[in-house]
C-alpha cells in the first residue's frame, strides 16, 4: 500500500514537470558526493533537435544580435567576416564536441565528470569557478532582457517615463522602472528554472525558433521600407585587405570562441541528456555552424537596412524594434527579446551554477537550490553597473576566458589522451581511498597545478596592458589558458602517475 502511495505522489509532481530522481544513485554511492540531480540518468531522451534549440536559444539574444553585428563594423569586408565567423564557430562546434563526449557518455553533469580528472573533491574548483563566472553573466543578461521589457512598458505607460530616469527615482544604480522589470524577470527565470529541466528543454525548443520568425518578419519591414538595393553586408568603411586584414580577422575569430567560451565549457550539463552522442554531434552542427552563419547574415541584413530607414546604424534589435509605428510590432518584438534573453540566461547562466554549487555539497544543495543561489548572488553584485562600464566588460570578458580556457584544456587532455575516453562512473560517487578518482585525499595535484598556471600565464596580458603586444594578446586570453592547462597538465600526468594511480590500463584492459 506504502509503494502505491509512493508511486501516485511521484506520477504527480511528474506530471507537473518535475522528473523524480532523474539520476540513479547505486548502493554504495556516497552522501557527500551524490543526489539525484548528479548521479547517472536513468534515461537520456534529447534528440538532435533539442540540442539544436539550445544553441539557437544560447545565439539568438540580444547579445548574440550585437556580437554579430560588430564583427560586420570592424572594417573588414563582408567575405573576410563570413571567413571568420565560420572558422570560429567550426573551432567553437569541434571543441564542444569534445566536451560533450563524456558527459553524454556517462549521463553525468560538467562538475561529475571533472571528478575523473581533479578528483572526487578537487572538481570543487572548477565547479566554483565556472559558478562564480555564471553568476555575473546571469545578472547582466537579466539585466539587458529587463531593458528590453522597460522599452515595452514605456511604449504602453508613457506617464512612467520619470520612473525610468536613475537620477529622479534611481537606487543603487538602477531607476525604479529598472527595479520593478528586472524584479519580474527575476521571478519569471526562477518560476521556469524551478519546474524542472523538462519545462526548461521545453522552453529552449521555442524560444530559438521565435527570434527567427520576429528577425525575418523585421528584416521583411526594413526592406519593405528602404528596397532590396539598401541591403549593404558592411556596416562600416572597409579598411583591411590583404596581409593587414589577417590580424583582425583572428581577432575575430577570438571574439567568437570567447562569446561561446561559457556555455561550451559545462555543455556536458546539456549533452549528458542526449539520447546518443550521435544525436547530440548533429545538434551541434546544426546550431553552430550552420544557425550562427544564419543568424549573423540575418543580423547584419537587419542592422545595414537601419541606415536608409531611420537616419542611422542602429545595432540593438529591441532598439530597431522600439523605432517603429506599430505599438503593436514593438510589443511583440521587444516581448520576443526579451524571451530569447531569458532563453540563454537558463541555458548559460542558470543551469550550470546549479549543478556546479550543488556538487560542492550536494547533501545540503539540491539542483533547483543551487539555481537558486545563483539567482540571489546575480541580485547583490548589482550587474547593471558592471554593464555600464565598458572597461568592466572589458576586462571580465578577457578573466573569463583566462579562467575558462584552462579548465577545458585540462579536462579534454585527461578524457582523451590520458584516461583514452574510458571512465568507471561508479568510481566516481566513492570517497574510498582506493577509488580510481581519489587520488591524494580527494584532489588530483596536477590538475590543480595545470589549471593555476593556466590561468596565472594567460592573465599576464589582460593585467599588463602596458606591455609591448599585450593589449592585442589579451583577446586571446582564452587560447592561452587553454594550452598552457592542456600542456602542462599532460606533462605533470605523466610525471605523476596519474594513469597508473586512476588504474587507467585495468580500464582499457
Not at 553585428?69 to 565560420?86: E, I, N, R, Y
Not at 589558458?481 to 588504474?503: H, K, N, Q, T, W
Request: aromatic share 12%; charged share 10%.
Amino acid at each position: 500500500m506504502a509503494e502505491t502511495t509512493v508511486a501516485k505522489s511521484s506520477d504527480l509532481v511528474e506530471a507537473a514537470g518535475m522528473p523524480v530522481g532523474s539520476g540513479e544513485i547505486k548502493p554504495g554511492y556516497d552522501p557527500r558526493l551524490t543526489n539525484e540531480d548528479l548521479a547517472p540518468l536513468r534515461k537520456q531522451s534529447w534528440g538532435s533537435y533539442n540540442i539544436f534549440a539550445f544553441w539557437m536559444s544560447d545565439v539568438h539574444s540580444v547579445g548574440g544580435y550585437v556580437t554579430a553585428g560588430s564583427l560586420f563594423a570592424l572594417g573588414l569586408s563582408s567575405w573576410q567576416v563570413l571567413v571568420s565567423l565560420l572558422v570560429g564557430i567550426s573551432i567553437v562546434y569541434f571543441f564542444c564536441n569534445l566536451v560533450a563526449k563524456p558527459s553524454q557518455q556517462t549521463g553525468v553533469p560538467y562538475p561529475v565528470i571533472c571528478r575523473t580528472v581533479f578528483g572526487v573533491l578537487g572538481a570543487n574548483v572548477p565547479a566554483i569557478i565556472r559558478g562564480a563566472i555564471a553568476v555575473a553573466w546571469y545578472g547582466i543578461q537579466t539585466y539587458l532582457a529587463s531593458a528590453a521589457l522597460d522599452v515595452v512598458v514605456l511604449k504602453l505607460f508613457p506617464d512612467l517615463m520619470p520612473y525610468a530616469d536613475v537620477n529622479q527615482y534611481g537606487f543603487l544604480g538602477l531607476p525604479l522602472l529598472g527595479w520593478c522589470t528586472y524584479a519580474v524577470l527575476w521571478v519569471l527565470q526562477a518560476a521556469v528554472f524551478w519546474t524542472g529541466m523538462e519545462t526548461i528543454r521545453k522552453f529552449i525548443d521555442f524560444c530559438g525558433p521565435a527570434v527567427y520568425v520576429v528577425m525575418i518578419v523585421l528584416t521583411g519591414y526594413l526592406i519593405y521600407k528602404a528596397g532590396w538595393g539598401a541591403i549593404n553586408l558592411n556596416l562600416g568603411e572597409v579598411k583591411y585587405s590583404g596581409a593587414s586584414a589577417i590580424p583582425v580577422m583572428l581577432g575575430a575569430i577570438a571574439l567568437v570562441v570567447s562569446y561561446f567560451s561559457g556555455p561550451m565549457l559545462n555543455f556536458g550539463d546539456f549533452s549528458r541528456y542526449g539520447r546518443s552522442f550521435r544525436a547530440v554531434k548533429r545538434g551541434n552542427l546544426l546550431g553552430l555552424p550552420v544557425n550562427f552563419l544564419a543568424f549573423s547574415i540575418l543580423v547584419v541584413v537587419t542592422s545595414s537596412l537601419t541606415i536608409p530607414v531611420f537616419g542611422e546604424l542602429i545595432t540593438d534589435p529591441v532598439a530597431t524594434v522600439a523605432r517603429i509605428d506599430s505599438t503593436f510590432a514593438i510589443v511583440l518584438g521587444a516581448l520576443t527579446f526579451t524571451i530569447a534573453t531569458i532563453g540563454i540566461n537558463i541555458v548559460a547562466n542558470f543551469i550550470s551554477p546549479a549543478f556546479d554549487f550543488s556538487n560542492v555539497s550536494p547533501q545540503r544543495i539540491s539542483w533547483r537550490a543551487g539555481g537558486m543561489i545563483a539567482a540571489v548572488g546575480s541580485v547583490l553584485i548589482t550587474p547593471w553597473n558592471l554593464y555600464n562600464n565598458p572597461d568592466v566588460i572589458h576586462y571580465t570578458l578577457e578573466t573569463l576566458g583566462a579562467f575558462i580556457g584552462p579548465l577545458f584544456g585540462v579536462l579534454i587532455a585527461d578524457f582523451y589522451l590520458v584516461r583514452k575516453q574510458h571512465v568507471v562512473v561508479d568510481d566516481m560517487f566513492t570517497m574510498a581511498p582506493e577509488g580510481r578518482y581519489f587520488y591524494h585525499k580527494g584532489y588530483n595535484p596536477p590538475a590543480v597545478i595545470a589549471t593555476a598556471i593556466g590561468a596565472v600565464g594567460a592573465m599576464v596580458p589582460v593585467l599588463w596592458t602596458g606591455g609591448p603586444g599585450m593589449h592585442t594578446t589579451a583577446q586571446y586570453s582564452w587560447f592561452i589558458g587553454m594550452a598552457l592547462g592542456f600542456l602542462v597538465y599532460l606533462s605533470l600526468a605523466g610525471r605523476m602517475r596519474v594513469r597508473e594511480r586512476s588504474r587507467v590500463l585495468e580500464e582499457v584492459a
